[in-house]
């Protein structure tokens, strides 16, 4: 059985770091794209940075030069460094693989960004 755990959200003020971490069981994150994806409320799920198996990445436009998706394959963990926040990245934050496969979803971590 497939579990993905998101971790590391929190509450910052505008301008803070936080740093997401996404472990997996029963699923070896090095041989599929990984994403990041998050949901604000009342708006839908967006995708907002994913890595490649050898270690490619792309952003949304939203994030890019502020957010860094990072692999680590001996702890089968997908991370996101998150810098300059706004108060338009809170959300829910999950991780899921590109394309997304519907079991995967875990509970997500909430990032809210306020001062």
């Known amino acids: 059985q497939v579990q993905l755990v998101e971790s590391g959200g929190g509450l910052v003020q505008p301008g803070g770091s936080l740093r997401l971490s996404c472990a997996a069981r029963g699923i070896i994150f090095s041989i599929y794209v990984m994403g990041w994806y998050r949901q604000a409320p009342g708006k839908q799920r967006e995708l907002v940075a994913t890595?490649?198996?050898?270690?490619?990445?792309n952003y949304a436009d939203s994030v890019k030069g502020r957010f860094t998706i990072s692999r680590d394959s001996a702890k089968n963990t997908v991370n996101l460094q998150m810098n300059s926040l706004k108060p338009e990245d809170t959300a829910v934050y999950y991780c899921?693989?590109?394309?997304?496969?519907?079991?995967?979803w875990g509970q997500g971590t909430q990032v809210t960004v306020s001062s």
């Open positions: 899921n693989t590109v394309p997304t496969i519907h079991q995967y």
């Open positions: 890595i490649s198996s050898g270690g490619s990445t």
